[in-house]
């Protein structure tokens, strides 16, 4: 599933926590927020943040191109440009 904004917002954060780091911030982990699509206490279940789609009535879940965008961030340990 193609979720380019996330990709593009999670870039642009994660050159954010680097510029922290190189500034002297003791960054020791980030997080993306959320694993899974999921209930929103502001929106139900119509906004989605996952790196993992859900189908809602079937539980199926796919992970989006940010998934494997960011398996590809941790494993290199580097943000592509």
Same mark, same amino acid.
């Given at each position: 599933?193609? !979720? /380019?904004?996330?990709?593009? @917002?999670? $870039?642009?954060?994660?050159? =954010? &926590?680097?510029?922290?780091? $190189?500034? %002297?911030?003791?960054? $020791? %982990? @980030? +997080? &993306?927020? /959320?694993?899974? !699509?999921? +209930?929103? *206490?502001? *929106?139900?279940?119509?906004?989605? +943040? %996952?790196l993992v789609h859900v189908d809602y009535p079937t539980g199926q879940? $796919?992970?989006?191109? /940010? =998934? @494997? *965008? @960011? ?6 340990? =580097? &943000?592509?440009?």
């Amino acid at each position: 599933m193609r !979720d /380019s904004e996330r990709i593009d @917002y999670l $870039r642009t954060h994660l050159g =954010a &926590v680097n510029a922290a780091i $190189r500034s %002297g911030a003791d960054v $020791r %982990g @980030y +997080f &993306v927020w /959320s694993l899974l !699509d999921n +209930f929103e *206490w502001a *929106w139900g279940l119509s906004k989605r +943040f %996952g790196l993992v789609h859900v189908d809602y009535p079937t539980g199926q879940r $796919r992970p989006k191109d /940010s =998934a @494997y *965008w @960011y398996r590809n961030v941790i494993k290199a340990n =580097a &943000v592509p440009a």
